[in-house]
């Protein structure tokens, strides 16, 4: 089963699991500089669709972790080299 297919070879593509394995991650990187990334999220448990946490933005990279009903974003999005963590609630 593919779950997605990246043509363009500017970008990688990595699978992972949240460290309280309740949630597959897939990552899409720029493998160019700036380095830049989109994260899309499932429930581990169940067939459901993947969501987008952030859209790619240029030179904005964050990353994904999962505690209780939430997942929190580290993010450069505000001035592109401090990163700050932002509070998402996982939707229902």
Same mark, same amino acid.
């Given at each position: 089963?593919?779950?997605?297919? !990246?043509?363009?070879?500017? =970008?990688?593509?990595?699978?992972?699991?949240?460290?309280?394995?309740?949630?597959?991650?897939?990552?899409?990187?720029?493998? =160019?500089?700036?380095?830049?990334? !989109?994260?899309?999220?499932?429930?581990?448990?169940?067939?459901?669709? =993947?969501?987008?946490?952030?859209?790619?933005?240029?030179?904005?990279?964050?990353?994904?972790?999962?505690?209780? !009903?939430?997942?929190?974003?580290?993010?450069?999005? !505000?001035?592109? =080299?401090?990163?700050?963590?932002?509070?998402?609630?996982?939707?229902?």
């Amino acid at each position: 089963m593919i779950v997605y297919d !990246e043509d363009n070879t500017q =970008f990688s593509v990595t699978v992972e699991n949240t460290l309280s394995k309740e949630y597959i991650l897939l990552n899409i990187s720029s493998t =160019f500089e700036p380095k830049c990334n !989109e994260i899309w999220i499932r429930n581990a448990q169940d067939n459901s669709k =993947f969501w987008l946490v952030q859209a790619i933005q240029q030179k904005v990279k964050y990353y994904i972790k999962h505690s209780g !009903e939430f997942l929190y974003k580290v993010s450069n999005e !505000e001035d592109l =080299f401090n990163f700050k963590v932002t509070k998402i609630r996982l939707p229902s």
